[in-house]
Structures are given as C-alpha cells and as structure tokens.
C-alpha cells in the first residue's frame, strides 16, 4: 500500500463538506456588499472577480505577506471588510485561504479558536496538519473551495472557456495528474457528486480530450505572457501585481503623499488587462468601479521563514513562531514555513 494510500485510510473522514453548516457559523462569506483584501495573484483575482459578481463586493487591497495594500477610509478589522487567498490569524478579521498553517494538531495555542474563528480553512476543518499529514493538504486554490461554497446558494455560470484559467491557477493543472489520489479525495469532500455543484462544470465534463485540453491550456498559457513584463532584473508576470521586493521594500507604488498612494498606472494596466482575460473566460462580468484602488494606505509588515533562520521544523520551534503572535503564515513544504509578523501592530 503506497503510503498516501494508507494516509488517506488513516484520516478517512464520513461525508462531505456541510456547506450550509460551514455559512451558518461564517456568514459573512455569501453577504452581499463586502469588502474584501486579495492576494495579488491568479487565485486572488479570480476571488475578487467572482464575488464582485455574485454578490456585489468591491476590492480594497492587496496583501502579499510584506506588503498591505488598504483603501483610504476601511480598516481591515472592519465588520464589512475580509481577506481572499490568505488566512489571517486575528480573532476580529475575516478570512480564507487554503495553506497548511497547522504543524502538529496537539500542540496548538490556546488563542488558535479564537484567533481563527473568523476563517474558512480546509486543511484545518478536515483536521489535517504538516507533521502528520502534510501530503493530504488541499491540493487545489482558493478559488475552487469558493466555488463550492457560492454555489450551494447560488447557481455558479462556469462556461467551457472557464475550465483554462481554474485550470491554470496555483498550477492546479500539473498537480491534477502529480497527486492524483489527494485531488479525488479533495473534489470527493467538497461534493463533487452533487448535481448543483460548480465544480462538476470545471472537473467532472467531457469537453475535451487530454490531447485538447493541453491545447486549450497552452494557448492560456502564451495569452498571460502577453501580459507579462520582462525587465533588466527579471520579468513581472502577467497573472500577477507586484507591490514588494524581495526585500519587502514597496513595489510599483506612487507616493502621492504620505497618506495617499496609488499604483503606479502601467502596472494597474497590466493587472487589468489579465482581470479581462479572466473575466471574458469565466463569464464573470468585471465591473472596474468595484475595484477601489485609487487611494491607498500602505502597511509594510516583516515577512521570514523557517530556512532563511536556521530554524528546524519541530514541536518548540513552532511553538516559538507562536509565542511571536504572526499575522499570517503557511507551510510551503515539508522543511520550511513562511510568516509574517505585524511588528508596528497594524492589528491589535
């Protein structure tokens, strides 16, 4: 028996997500009229479009784990205001992501309820955790785990053309054949079988043969480069904003003054010009007015991982990033965890 095999027997769960439950206890997710913070990248912005769409949001910001990004005017503690693609971990905040976050189940701090009580978090409902189950972890994006959620009160429109880019985003195409027992048990949980479900319109068709489907991928692939930027220090994707550095300094920001920024216009562009691309594949009508970005607030946060410290992962040395209170963090592979930290108590 392979041993993902034997994982999946091990934490064999009965049924499927209680989507109705899961709304009842976080209700702000299907609330007309919210405002929401977006990771800048595919996920992030295929959230935004969607529940601009669905349910009239606007989009305020970006947070990219150095970099914070607010709309002049809203707080991200505020009732109407929620994050997209990233778990925070604050007990006043509104959150969902789909990272590892849990190293080991039994040694969780006392303020883990509290502090994530506000927050859709797959791997932690399923009880899933990087020391015992690492290789169980949700295996697609954000954006599908929204889509089983929105569509269990609302019909979802999901054309042909939207299988390309909820194919492509978090490279959900190559981890479909790489892990494909997680995938099953992942699309299983989030209830796939259901009649209603969007998701049997991405993952369960017969539209296209593997020989078309590599096809239909390759040619989303060569429209993002379109997009993409190539520069003397490298290249700034097309399905992506880039508002920091490597070094967490800002990125394609204008300092108006200092309580007015705006995003510099050809970077803005190119976001908009891939939101189109999304929004002409999904159906999604993108309304440009509930994108507010014209006067920003900016946060710069510290952002470190596990490797880059010489931190080992272990019981005490998790149990130490804890003790540090972050604001956000994920476990990007076996070895590592990556964390921010709110050092100028942006959050209380």
């Known amino acids: 028996m392979s041993a993902i095999k034997k994982l999946l027997e091990d934490y064999a769960d009965s049924g499927n997500l209680d989507y109705k439950n899961l709304i ?80 080991n189940n039994r040694i969780k701090p006392s303020s883990w309820e509290i502090n994530y009580q506000h927050c859709i978090q797959p791997n932690n409902m399923r009880g899933y955790d990087g020391k015992n189950s ?29 299988i390309a880019p909820l194919f492509f985003v978090d490279g959900v195409f190559q981890v479909l054949y790489s892990y494909p027992e997680n995938v099953l048990n992942w699309l299983d949980y989030l209830g796939i ?13 017969e539209h296209f043969s593997v020989f078309k489907q590599i096809r239909v991928m390759d040619n989303f692939f060569r ?54 691309l999304l929004s002409e594949n999904t159906g999604w009508f993108l309304n440009e007015s509930h994108w507010l970005l014209d006067d920003l607030k900016v946060h710069k946060l510290k952002k470190q991982d596990f490797q880059s410290m010489g931190w080992s992962l272990t019981n005490s040395n998790f149990n130490k990033l804890m003790e540090q209170n972050p604001l956000s963090w994920a476990m990007t592979s076996g070895l590592n965890i990556e964390f921010t930290l709110d050092e100028n108590m942006l959050f209380k």
């Open 223 to 276: 429209l993002r480069d379109e997009i993409t930027l190539k520069t003397e220090n490298g290249e700034e994707r097309g399905d992506r904003l880039k508002i920091s550095k490597r070094n967490g300094d800002v990125c394609n920001l204008n300092f108006v003054n200092k309580n007015r920024i705006t995003i510099d216009e050809n970077a803005k562009s190119r976001m908009f010009r891939f939101l189109r």
């Open 24 to 103: 009842a206890n976080r209700p702000w997710i299907v609330r007309e009229n919210m405002k929401c913070i977006l990771s800048p990248d595919s996920d992030g912005f295929l959230c935004g479009l969607l529940m601009c769409y669905m349910f009239n949001w606007s989009v305020i910001g970006f947070y990219d784990g150095k970099v914070m990004l607010i709309q002049n005017g809203y707080n991200a503690t505020d009732d109407d205001v929620c994050f997209l693609d990233i778990e925070i971990y604050r007990p006043d905040v509104r959150s969902i992501g789909h990272h590892m976050v849990s190293y």
């Open 134 to 162: 690492f290789r169980l972890k949700y295996p697609l994006a954000t954006i599908h785990l929204l889509l089983g959620i929105v569509g269990s009160v609302k019909k979802v429109p999901i054309p042909v053309s939207a």
């Open 193 to 205: 079988e259901e009649p209603t479900n969007p998701l049997r319109d991405v993952f369960l068709h």
